[in-house]
């Protein structure tokens, strides 16, 4: 699920932990019920064509992380402007790297 209310993401920036690479920004807050993310691409990044494209491939790398994700946590994945450069893969490996260091992924038995 998505945050797409104003409120939501306001609670996400005012409680929750930051980590950060250099396509973009993690903030991870605690909530309730299902794991849910929000995605926030500023007009410093590119055109809105750009913009749109980044958009979308954050989307779709949280897609395919999200069954990684452990439960009941709010994530807002702010854009830099380096990601306006950046490729598919290279937005999908930062978004598991910021995952993995924030602590947000599930334990897997390996």
């Known amino acids: 699920m998505r945050l797409r209310r104003t409120s939501e993401f306001q609670y996400v920036f005012r409680r929750g932990k930051s980590v950060a690479n250099g396509q973009m920004v993690l903030l991870a807050a605690p909530c309730r019920g299902r794991s849910r993310a929000g995605f926030s691409v500023g007009k410093k990044v590119g055109n809105s064509v750009t913009r749109s494209k980044v958009k979308r491939w954050m989307r779709e790398s949280y897609r395919l992380l999200a069954p990684m994700v452990r439960p009941k946590v709010q994530l807002v994945f702010v854009a830099r402007t380096q990601s306006a ?7 999908y490996d930062g978004m598991y790297h910021l995952l993995k260091r924030s602590g947000c992924l599930k334990e897997t038995d390996a």
């Open 85 to 91: 450069q950046a490729s598919f893969s290279v937005i």
